[in-house]
């Protein structure tokens, strides 16, 4: 497979005397990849896997007589969360790339991955795919699937950042660092976003990067609920969304980070 958006006619390799097939997509350790870069399509099979998931929690759970919604809860973060945010250190970079405020999307994300978390807290609630995607997060206590996805980038980033120059995967870390979308600038931009330091040198040891990772993904869920209660603000006005988001409660950073 050749990475190139244009066309790859007129490149023949050779193994001898036998010529390579050049594909447009593969596989690798499940996560499917494209010639053009994009994980567009494997976050889409990683949404219909998780989808399937959410399906076999329903039809076994169904008949079980009352579930508490805590059960249920913990089901989807133990059989389906784990499908839906697989490598996501790495194609969750891809999330990022489509809006140039990123962070201001939190409370309104709707990535494809998100919306099966909705369908499945909204199908709990017995409400309509219609209803208000802040309430129905806010009455369980949910934060979007975007926030244990930054967790997992920054504590990717931290390990990259600590890895011997001599490792091929950090030659290629260290390569066009200048770039807008490389992972150290879009770390940069969160660390700066949510009022934490940025120092790329902090990662000499074990402890350092145990810090910054703890530190960081603390300071991200506070950042989340600031978020959440500014968008929550201009909706205060309205009489129908009070009516319905007037039994919610209220959004706490310590049930949200039992979620990551």
Same mark, same amino acid.
């Given at each position: 497979?050749?990475?190139? =958006? ?6 023949? !390799? ?17 996560? @499917?990849?494209?010639? &053009?870069?994009?994980?567009? =399509? +494997? ?12 399906? +076999? ?30 490598? &996501? ?23 494809? $991955? ?5 369908? !499945?807290? =909204?199908?709990? @609630? ?8 802040? +309430?129905?997060? &806010?009455?369980?206590?949910? +934060? ?17 950042? /600590? ?6 995967? #950090? ?11 490389? @992972? #150290?600038?879009? $770390? ?21 990067? $145990? ?32 009516? /319905? ?12 980070? =039992?979620?990551?």
């Amino acid at each position: 497979m050749i990475f190139n =958006k244009n066309s790859t006619s007129g490149f023949i !390799f050779y193994v001898e005397q036998d010529s390579l097939e050049i594909v447009n997509e593969y596989k690798y350790l499940g996560v @499917l990849i494209t010639r &053009s870069g994009s994980f567009s =399509k +494997a976050i889409a099979q990683l949404s219909s896997k998780g989808l399937k998931s959410c399906f +076999a929690i329903k039809k076994y759970l169904s008949t079980a007589g009352y579930i508490p919604v805590e059960v249920w809860m913990h089901c989807f973060d133990a059989m389906v969360k784990p499908v839906l945010l697989y490598c &996501s250190e790495i194609w969750g970079q891809d999330l990022l790339h489509t809006t140039q405020d990123y962070l201001k999307n939190f409370v309104n994300t709707s990535s494809e $991955v998100e919306r099966i978390h909705l369908k !499945f807290c =909204k199908s709990l @609630l017995n409400v309509t795919c219609t209803a208000s995607n802040m +309430a129905v997060r &806010s009455e369980l206590g949910r +934060a979007p699937l975007l926030l244990p996805i930054i967790s997992a980038i920054l504590k990717y980033y931290s390990r990259l950042e /600590n890895m011997p120059q001599n490792r091929i995967l #950090r030659e290629v870390f260290n390569f066009e660092t200048d770039k807008k979308f490389h @992972l #150290r600038n879009i $770390v940069k931009y969160i660390c700066d976003a949510i009022g934490i330091g940025f120092n790329k040198h902090k990662f000499s040891t074990v402890k350092d990067i $145990v810090k910054f990772n703890r530190d960081t993904i603390e300071q991200l869920y506070f950042f989340y609920e600031e978020e959440w209660f500014i968008s929550l603000s201009p909706q205060l006005g309205n009489v129908e969304v009070v009516i /319905n988001l007037e039994h919610i409660k209220p959004l706490s950073v310590n049930i949200v980070m =039992k979620n990551i």
